[in-house]
C-alpha cells in the first residue's frame, strides 16, 4: 500500500483519526455519520465469540456470517455513494476499486490484502482475485469484500477461497453478467444516541483518543495490536456485527442470543483480560468509550454484587457476557445475571454470586 501518514506523536495513522469521532457519549462515527457507527474492538473477542456460537449450537454459521456482512457493506456504501460517484469508481477501473478495499482493510485491522488479477470488461468471465494474510475473520472480510464491490459495480458477485499457506488466503470473486437484484435490504434503525460528558484524553497532535497511543498499526499486516498485552484489535461496523446476530436469530431461534452470552463470558472469565486490568472500576468508563461500545454511567462492585448501566449500547448481548465474565474472573466464582435493554437503549445488567 501508499505509505500511510502517521501521527508524530500517537503512532496512529492519520486517516485513522480524520475520518472516525470518538464522542462523549461513548459513540465511535465514521466521517460523522450517524449511520457509520463503528466499535474498536479485540478481534478475538468477535472472531471466537462467533467460533464459541458453533460450538454451542452445533453448526458452521460461515454462510450467515458472509450473507450478514455482504448485505451490510452494500448497504452502508449502497447509502454513502452518490450514483455519480460510484459510476467514477466503474470507470476508473477495478484494480483502483481493490486496492482501495485493500488498503481500507489494513489501515482497520482487517489483515494484509493485495490485488492478484482481475478480468473486468462486462463479460460472463469477469473476476478479482484477492490474497489475504492474517484474517481478523475470512468469513467477515469475504462479505465484506463481494458487498463492496457489488455497490460499486452494480453486478452479482460470488467468491470463493482456498488455503494457500498457513493464515493465507486466495479469494476469487466472479462477477456475473446479471445485473445485481437485491430483493431485501436491510432494515435500519434510525440511531437515537444520547448526549454524554465522557471527554477521552486526546492527542495534542491529531485530536485522537490519547490512548490509542498504547497501541501499534503493523500495516505491512494489516495487523493492530495492544503494545503490552498483543491483543489484536479491529475496526469494525456495529451494523454489520448486529446484523449477524439479527439473522442468526431469525434463521436459529432466540437461543442464540444465549449463545452469544456465553460465548462471550467464557471467553472472558477464562483469562482473556489479565487480572491487573479489571481489579478496579475506576477505568472503566474508559475501556467503554474508547471501545465505542457506549457510556457507562452507572457501575457499583463488591464481591457479591455488579450493578452495570451503558447509555448508548451496542452489540447487547455480548456486552453483556463481557461483563458477567467480568465479573467473573475479577472474583473466580460463578454467577448469575439479568439484563435488559431499555426502550432509551440503556443496557442495564444485574450480576451476583450464583446460589
Known sequence: MARAKICPECGVPLSVTK???WLPNGTILEDGNLDHRMVFIESESLRDTFSGIEGIMGISIARII???QRRSTYDS???????????IFRYVGTGLISRYIANIGRLTGRGDIEVVSFKRRKGEDDYIKLRIREPFSLSHFSGNFVGAMEAVDGREIEVTYVET?????????????????????LQRKAPRYKEGDFKLPRC???????ILADYVWLLDRGVIENRESKRRMV?????TQEAIIDELQAELGDSIIQAAMEAQRSLVATGFFSSEEIKGVDDFRTQFAYRG????VEVELDQDHLHFRLENACLHPMVAGLVQGLYERAFGTESEMEWEVTADNDLVAEVSKKS
Not at 456504501?77 to 459510476?87: M, S, W
Not at 495534542?204 to 490519547?210: D, E, F
Not at 461500545?293 to 457507562?296: A, R, S, T, V
Open 19 to 21: 475520518h472516525h469521532t
Open 66 to 68: 458472509i450473507e450478514s
Open 77 to 87: 456504501i449502497d447509502h454513502a455513494l452518490p450514483a455519480p460517484v460510484k459510476a
Open 165 to 185: 499457506a498457513p493464515d493465507e488466503y486466495e479469494l476469487t470473486a466472479r462477477i456475473s453478467g446479471h445485473p445485481l437484484e437485491l430483493t431485501e435490504r
Open 204 to 210: 495534542g497532535v491529531c485530536g485522537g483518543p490519547g
Open 235 to 239: 475496526l469494525v461496523s456495529t451494523a
Open 293 to 296: 461500545l457506549g457510556n457507562l
